[in-house]
């Protein structure tokens, strides 16, 4: 039997704070329910939070691990865990394919240990195909949610924990923003912070406004709770998070500009890093750029995706700009902040693209001078307008147009990043390099990746650094 609500309404919503309260009291039951789990099992409940897509996911993911922490399971990044919860995206097929792909695996360890949990949530459940898809050929899968109910994510795992249904429980949509509920976070000296979520856009190639609904700022007062609270537990730098920020507050009731926003939580002490994504490039207002210009705290960074150069092509995808416009931001910002890094991403195969259009994204990608682009090969997305469009493009051409592409992406950053070369500045220490384990890795405020000889009690803390060796798209610095 499948215990199944995929409503089309919000009539569920209750406030935020009943709703939190609400919530709270199944984490209490939850409690309970995984420690008498645990008894009978003989040891102590393990789960596994896998995640995939964007840093919004990401976020949400460590939602997901706090609660889970909290009512008593122990994380691990292993999927042989009791519990393993996919937290998907489907902003590409390929996203789609690694899920099902790795689904596949989870379901034979399941067949071995049939106390084995396994969930899935986040955008790619907010499909209706998909659901399908799963209740047909993954038979095995307990628990599936989708973006809009996350914050139900106590209730939903008492009724998991409670049941040996498939329980699936997907909203259309929601007004609510539930604060408060326990997270943890990945890094301790950093964290996001959601400012907004959902999309209005409609960029026609995209999926995202269908399956995080539409555009909703949190209240400056809760970001900057929020924001003081993570200082307050020794986080220095914060990503603010939403899929156009630039358009922060224009929902909200009080006046705020996503620029304003960021002056105050510039006056947060010990808040020494700030950093932001996504920006959409035709809300970018003046006023952004001469608050970035005169801030300490704002980093030298700028994630500014152009999609293609083609303006023929942005205006099919509803970019509501033209290659020029883009052009004229970006000699803005340069002129205004000199030190400015900008990264960028980029479609190739959009309907109706043409090697010549194709051209035009390679002169702009040489013209703007992108220390780093994301150059993805366009995805069909059910539902949104691209995918209806007629002139869908020929695989081996798109390939081709993909390598050229790709070829003066790495030529140009590699070109931006050799001038780095001899400056110094201060990096945010993240871990200790991967390869060796005698040397540290961070950021610079540009975001440019930096690593150094250093030991672990680094962590955290801001290092100064000169660039001395150039390895392409990275540096190997030294503490000075
Ligand atoms: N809100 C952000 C982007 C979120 S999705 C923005 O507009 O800037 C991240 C990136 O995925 C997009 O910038 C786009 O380059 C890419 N993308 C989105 N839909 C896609 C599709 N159908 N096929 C290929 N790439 C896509
Ligand atoms: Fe998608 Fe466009 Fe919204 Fe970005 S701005 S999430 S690309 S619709
Ligand atoms: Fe993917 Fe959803 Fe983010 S579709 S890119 S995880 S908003």
């Not at 909200?252 to 510039?266: M, S």
Request: hydrophobic share 35%; net charge neutral.
């Amino acid at each position: 039997m499948i215990m199944m609500n995929i409503s089309m309404k919000t009539t569920k919503e209750t406030t935020s704070e009943k709703e939190l309260d609400l919530q709270k009291q199944y984490m209490e039951q939850a409690k309970q329910l995984v420690s008498i789990k645990a008894q009978q099992l003989g040891h102590p409940l393990t789960c596994c939070v896998t995640t995939f897509g964007c840093q919004m996911n990401s976020r949400d993911s460590e939602k997901l691990s706090g609660i889970l922490k909290e009512v008593g399971y122990q994380l691990t990044d292993s999927e042989t865990a009791d519990f393993v919860i996919y937290n998907t995206c489907t902003v590409r097929d390929n996203a789609n394919q690694r899920v099902y792909g790795r689904l596949g695996v989870l379901g034979g360890m399941k067949k071995k240990n049939k106390e084995k949990k396994i969930a899935l949530c986040g955008c790619m459940m907010q499909e209706l195909s998909v659901i399908d898809k799963i209740k047909k050929s993954y038979s095995f899968v307990d628990l599936i949610f989708g973006t809009h109910n996350i914050y139900k994510f106590p209730e939903l795992l008492c009724h998991m924990l409670n049941d040996n249904h498939m329980i699936i429980d997907i909203w259309d949509e929601t007004k609510a923003i539930v604060e408060e509920l326990p997270v943890e976070r990945k890094y301790r000296f950093k964290s996001g912070v959601n400012i907004m979520f959902g999309c209005n856009n409609f960029c026609s190639y995209c999926i995202v406004p269908y399956v995080r609904g539409r555009e909703r700022s949190r209240s400056s007062k809760d970001i900057l709770d929020e924001i003081n609270t993570l200082a307050g537990q020794g986080v220095v730098e914060v990503m603010l998070l939403g899929q156009n920020v630039n358009s922060y507050g224009k929902n909200l009731e009080e006046k705020i500009t996503f620029a304003k926003l960021l002056q105050e939580v510039e006056k947060i002490d010990s808040i020494k890093r700030i950093r932001f994504m996504t920006s959409h490039p035709k809300d970018l207002s003046d006023e952004l750029i001469e608050v970035m210009q005169n801030s300490a705290k704002i980093c030298r960074h700028l994630h500014l995706p152009l999609q293609s150069g083609s303006s023929r092509i942005l205006q099919q995808m509803n970019r509501r700009y033209t290659a020029e416009d883009y052009l004229a931001l970006v000699k803005k910002l340069r002129n205004s902040i000199p030190d400015l890094s900008l990264t960028t991403d980029l479609i190739v195969g959009f309907p109706g693209e043409t090697k010549e259009d194709v051209d035009e994204t390679i002169r702009m990608v040489k013209e703007v001078g992108f220390e780093n682009a994301f150059t993805f090969i366009y995805s069909k997305r059910t539902g949104t307008p691209a995918a209806a469009m007629p002139n869908q493009c020929n695989p081996a051409e798109v390939s081709a147009n993909f390598d050229r592409l790709l070829k003066a992406v790495q030529e140009t950053a590699r070109e931006r990043i050799a001038g780095m070369e001899k400056i110094t500045g201060e990096v945010l220490v993240e871990e200790v390099n991967e390869q060796d384990a005698n040397m540290v890795t961070g950021r610079l405020s540009n975001n440019l990746l930096v690593h150094f000889n250093g030991s672990k009690d680094l962590i955290g803390t801001f290092v100064n650094v000169r660039l001395v060796e150039n390895k392409g798209f990275y540096y190997i610095g030294e503490m000075i």
